[in-house]
């Protein structure tokens, strides 16, 4: 799309410029960059997950009332929606508001901007330690990738003791089958991202201690 390339020109060159400012390592340029975006992005996107424990903390002390409607109103689907809702409204619950979407939206064109670079050939035959070109899968890079996300998942604040196996295993199996077909030089940036994520989250587990 024609309004999509000036961004990802503007990536491309980006790039180059960290690349050179690194000896020309492409693989350093974009966890630099990857780092910076997510450190920018860290007041927005820690707002967002503490917005998010306060509504998990509300829908707890609401769920004997959530429990009620349930059964009072289990043969009357319409009711049950308006008493749920009149119950969320009353203890100031909102499950998706504007806010939760921009963090989305402010997140998705750096990764498809960088994504476009990488296609037009930023990384190609690009080599950085025992990776041999970052336009190609690799194996190891995929592993620790996912190791990563899936720490970084079972430190969130609502995840028990019990759990965290569980997750931990779910969540990388679940990304390394959707990342095997990934070129590295992608996900050197989802590694980045989530190092930085998971300093978020170490953050939210304090905040939680702190009550």
Do not use: C
């Not at 790039?15 to 920018?40: P, Q, T, W």
């Not at 749920?84 to 921009?102: C, M, N, Q, S, V």
Request: glycine content about 6%.
């Amino acid at each position: 799309m024609a309004f999509w390339t000036p961004i990802v020109d503007v990536t491309y060159a980006l790039l180059f410029a960290l690349a050179g400012a690194f000896g020309g390592n492409i693989a350093v340029a974009i966890a630099v960059l990857s780092a910076l975006v997510r450190l920018a992005l860290l007041p927005l996107t820690l707002r967002l997950a503490y917005r998010s424990m306060e509504m998990q903390a509300k829908m707890k002390q609401i769920e004997p009332a959530l429990t009620a409607i349930r059964k009072r109103y289990k043969d009357d689907p319409r009711r049950l929606l308006e008493e749920t809702a009149k119950l969320h409204r009353e203890h100031d619950i909102k499950l998706a508001d504007g806010w939760t979407f921009f963090g989305l939206a402010a997140q998705a064109p750096i990764f498809f901007a960088l994504l476009g670079a990488i296609r037009r050939g930023v990384a190609k035959a690009s080599r950085f330690l025992w990776i041999r070109d970052l336009a190609r899968p690799d194996g190891v890079l995929l592993v620790i990738t996912s190791a990563v996300i899936a720490l970084s998942s079972i430190l969130a604040p609502n995840v028990t003791a019990q759990q965290r196996p569980i997750i931990f295993v779910v969540t990388a199996v679940i990304t390394i089958l959707l990342m095997s077909k990934v070129a590295a030089g992608m996900m050197i940036y989802t590694l980045t991202s989530s190092g930085v994520g998971m300093v978020q989250t170490v953050m939210m587990r304090r905040r939680a201690r702190r009550g």
